[in-house]
């Protein structure tokens, strides 16, 4: 007989910029810069993550697109694989994504695609511990996530190898 598995996944919806904390408004700063400098001049779909590490320092990175499709990158997984190379050992304390179209000033809803959750989620796994993410929602709106698991519920990870 079949039996139902209950996930419950809470993600706070923030109606304004005000009801980040500090370090979330920096991060998702330094992300609106990243996607500023992203390379889209195919999608111009501008897209650009951050990443506060533990010792408060941020490392950034935006989508890079490439005519032979689809060798292009997404910012998040240009972010956290930059940041792997560069310092392997230090926790990730959060994550923050937000994109814009290259004709707009805006910024609007940016959500990660299923790579994306999935090498979150791979991090996530590999600090054991939770990684909070910070997405710019619509209307001015933000969506904290307090662990990439509520973006992506049931992880394959290494364990099932």
């Known amino acids: 007989m079949a039996s139902e598995l209950n996930i419950n996944i809470t993600i706070d919806v923030l109606e304004s910029e005000e009801e980040l904390t500090a370090q979330e408004k920096e991060a998702l700063q330094v992300a609106q810069e ?26 950034r990175g935006s989508n890079q697109e490439n005519a032979a499709y689809p060798s292009g990158l997404c910012a998040e ?67 904290r996530c307090h662990s990439v698991s509520d973006l992506l519920p049931l992880q394959f990870t290494k364990d099932h190898l």
Do not use: W
Not at 35 to 57: I, M, Q, R, T
Not at 137 to 143: Q, V
């Open 77 to 143: 997984r240009t972010a956290l694989f930059g940041m792997s190379a560069q310092y392997p050992n230090k926790k990730i304390k959060l994550l923050a994504v937000t994109a814009r179209r290259l004709s707009e000033e805006k910024f609007l809803p940016a959500m990660p695609c299923g790579a994306c959750r999935q090498v979150m989620s791979e991090y996530e796994h590999k600090q054991q511990e939770a990684i909070p993410v910070i997405l710019q929602g619509p209307e001015g709106t933000f969506y």
């Open 34 to 59: 990243a996607a500023n400098d992203a390379y889209a001049p195919y999608s111009n779909f501008l897209v650009g993550a951050s990443l506060l590490l533990e010792d408060g320092s941020i490392f």
